[in-house]
């Protein structure tokens, strides 16, 4: 039988972080994760889509495109306008740039990054390109988030930062953010503190498991 839990908002946010480090403890042990549920629905809708032939695609793409839900407004309350949900469109896109910006303010220049590391400009280059640094363009410059980069490291940066970002689900901008938060999967740390710490193999396992649940 399927035990099905219901998820609700709590009061005293610590301890909820607390016994949420202890569930994900405890299913990690038996060979689950908690994957959210949109992630599970998008894996179902690619499957059917991937699976359809002509005629199925087309009345998926009447239903999907159709400005009819045909959803109960007892239940589910009335459908958006299409000012409400552009707006929300929108200021969601407004986050997500206002996000980037700041990312760029606390980053550092190619320049810079190349007088740190006691190389060339073109070199910082080269290790942008393939990886071996997380860079975002501004304009024409790159620049570059300071968490990668590790003076008690004799290369100057945190290890394996190709591999990372080839298993992140996402780009420099949501992997500078999640670097810099705390987890209850490190007990607390920073995947940054992690890498320091312990080096990059927990995390680079936990950055696929966000891949794998649709992160």
């Known amino acids: 039988m399927t035990a099905i839990f219901l998820v609700d908002s709590a009061t005293d946010h610590k301890q909820a972080t ?3 480090g202890r569930l994900e403890g405890v299913l990690r042990e038996s060979g689950y994760s908690l994957v959210p549920l949109d992630a599970q629905l998008r894996a179902r809708v690619t499957a059917l889509v991937d699976g ?3 005629a199925q695609l087309e009345r998926l793409t009447a239903a999907a495109t159709s400005e009819k839900d045909d959803l109960d407004e007892r239940f589910w309350g009335p459908s958006p306008d299409s000012t409400t949900a552009t707006r929300a469109v929108f200021e969601d896109l407004s986050d997500q740039f206002a996000q980037r910006r700041q990312v760029a ?3 550092i220049s190619r320049d810079e990054a190349a007088e740190l590391l006691g190389v060339s400009a073109q070199s910082i280059t080269a290790r942008l390109t393939s990886g071996k640094l997380v860079g975002i363009k501004v304009g024409r410059e790159w620049r ?6 590790d003076p008690d490291d004799a290369t100057g940066v945190l290890p394996d930062l190709d591999a990372l970002q080839d298993v992140f689900p996402g780009g420099a901008v949501s992997l500078s953010r999640w670097m ?7 007990d607390g740390r920073t995947a940054r503190e992690q890498m320091v710490r312990y080096g990059s193999a927990a ?3 936990f950055a696929r498991t966000l891949t794998a649940t649709g992160w």
């Open 18 to 20: 607390a016994d949420r």
């Open 52 to 54: 359809a032939d002509g």
């Open 105 to 107: 303010a606390d980053a």
């Open 144 to 149: 570059l988030p300071a968490w990668q980069f």
């Open 180 to 186: 810099s938060q705390s987890r209850p999967e490190f």
């Open 203 to 205: 995390v680079l396992d």
